[in-house]
């Protein structure tokens, strides 16, 4: 019985310490895991920090008016555009050119499916603080200029037209001249040609035909 009860306790003993180091093992690996994410979250934490460092630093170098600018830029609304328009008495085609954008463009605006970029919207602005005169001198002033360009274009294609003609011509009058030259130079080599035959058959040559 002494011996039994001796390998029974030693037999419990084993088992306990290998439960014990399964378990053990377990709890390292927990423990690694999360030394690991806290580690990764400290690196983060530090990144964090130093960009809103920079940042802070940004924002005081920064000028006093982009804070103005940027609240200024935020302030949108689709109802405004159509107002203005409508107060302007433009067809969103006068009023896109404007804008330097496209009727579509204006559309998706005035319905509230899109917003306009920083650029656009500046220009909006620019346009608000504007009369209504100024902006139809400014919409006729661009009509003006683009047919002018159009007709400076028609004239300097009429110009080629005209040059290119004269060229030909030139040259198809040089062609007759060198053609003429050369009907000459061939008769009166041709009359030497039948005086020196008649020469030596002792005639006369003969006369030409009026």
Known sequence: ??????????????????????????????VNSMRRRV??????IRELESRTKQAGKRGQGAPAGSDEESAKQVRFSPAWVKRHRSKLGMSRRIYAKLLSVSPQTIMGWESGRTRPRRSALKTWREIRGKGVRELRALVTGEGRKKRRGVSAKKARRKLRVLARRVARGAAARRATGKRGVAR?????????????????AGGRPRAKKK
């Open 1 to 30: 019985m002494p011996n039994v009860m001796g390998v029974l306790r030693a037999e419990i003993r084993r088992l306990a310490r290998k439960e014990t180091r399964q378990e053990i093992a377990a709890l390292r690996k927990h």
């Open 39 to 44: 580690a990764e979250s400290r690196r983060r």
């Open 184 to 200: 000459r130079a061939r008769g009166k080599a041709t009359s030497r040609a039948r005086a020196k035959v008649t020469r030596r």
